[in-house]
């Protein structure tokens, strides 16, 4: 199982952006999936999840309100909108796959992983 993700790049403060994640090598809509990222310098922390049902989601309250996690049909790829960008959204963004899992905000709950992507918001 592979998780494949997509999206990210330079964008100034206040604006949107989308990163995708999807699976590849399982039945994707077996999945929970979680977002997370890690700032220079800093510890990986949780950003959204949605459970493998997709009923259930969870976000981190530095972003609630800003960024929207949700999941296509019928690929069940998840995307993660992410607007009014701030500076301190600066990070690699990771999504983890987790089969029949919760929205869960702990990454050790998570079984797979993303190759990360770079999001880079100037201020």
């Known amino acids: 199982v592979q998780l494949i993700q997509s999206g990210g790049g330079a964008v100034q403060a206040g604006d949107s952006l989308t990163l995708s994640c999807a699976v590849s090598g399982g039945t994707a809509s077996n999945y929970a999936i979680g977002w997370f990222r890690q700032a220079p310098g800093k510890e990986r922390e949780f950003v959204a999840a949605?459970?493998?049902?997709?009923?259930?989601?969870k976000y981190a309250n530095i972003v609630k309100g800003r960024f929207t996690i949700s999941r296509d049909s019928p690929d069940y790829t998840v995307h993660l909108r992410m607007n009014s960008l701030k500076s301190e959204d600066t990070a690699v963004y990771y999504c983890g796959g987790r089969v029949l899992g919760a929205a869960s905000n702990s990454e050790d709950e998570y079984t797979y992983w993303g190759q990360g992507t770079k999001v880079t918001v100037s201020s």
């Open positions: 949605m459970s493998w049902g997709g009923e259930t989601t």
